[in-house]
């Protein structure tokens, strides 16, 4: 990377806290009231929006509007034509809008930055518990001004594994998957906010984090996030991941292909 694109990079990282913070700070507003919003089913009734995610997707992307009007922005309620941008933004204004909605304090702003293809950017921002993940290629992985590692575990019975699924994916591998890892004495949690467990894997507060298909909104953060933690990834941006998806697969080192080997074969793991 030249010293400019590190300046550049430096000036999105730093803005791309502010902005997470800044929409987790409405959002929190939101959730505060959060029985008198309009709420809408998308492809199932497990798949809610409400005019809190959308109002806050917009404030996101007239902040970075505001600062980068060059950058594009992929939101997951507006989307956004990110055809021949060098820096995209992939934002998720809500993560875990049912746990929003529900009252349960499981939900956070999702954000990373992709450039040149690769993601350098990742920021979880939980304003519940006043925790804002982030990480830039490079620098290292923080929760607000502590620095986070991957956990050390060696074995899959030596801590909690964050998982989560979705009713697009079969059940099957799913279950294959939690069938195996109980009879290895694994255990494992599941709070309604991939990007958010993705980023206490990171943090060292869950062994590894898995979930079969994950939009790019939710999925990047926690791959940015864990690398710079020390910790492995699935190669998150092959095969179409940035229009399509993908599944994600975070761990350290030795646990990852642990993980792995429960899974059936998937070119990008």
Known sequence: MSSATLTELDARYHYACEVAKTAASRALAWY????????EHKKDLQDVVSEADRNVELLVKHLIHERFPDDAVLGEESGGDVSGARFIWVIDPI?????????????????????DNQPVIGVVSDPNHQETFHACRGK????????????????????????????????????????????????FIRNGSGALMS????????IGYYEA?????????????????????????????????????????????????????????
């Open 95 to 115: 993560d875990g809008t049912s746990s929003f909605l529900n009252g349960l304090h499981n939900w956070c702003v999702s954000l990373a930055i992709v450039c």
């Open 199 to 206: 980023a206490w894997a990171a943090a060292g507060r869950l």
């Open 213 to 269: 298909h994950m939009n790019p909104w939710d999925g990047l953060p926690g791959i940015v996030l864990m690398r710079e933690a020390g910790g492995v990834t699935n190669d998150y941006l092959s095969h179409h991941g940035l229009q399509q998806g993908n599944p994600v697969l975070l761990a350290n080192a030795v646990l990852y292909p642990q993980l792995k080997a429960l899974l059936p074969a998937q070119p990008t793991l």
């Open 140 to 187: 290292g992985a923080w929760v607000n001004d502590k620095r986070i590692q991957a956990h050390s575990a060696q074995r899959l019975d030596q801590g909690l594994l964050g998982l989560s699924s979705s009713n697009s994916q079969p059940i099957e591998p799913l279950t294959t998957f939690i069938s195996q890892l109980l009879a290895q004495g694994g255990m």
């Open 32 to 39: 505060q009231q959060r029985h008198q919003l309009v709420v």
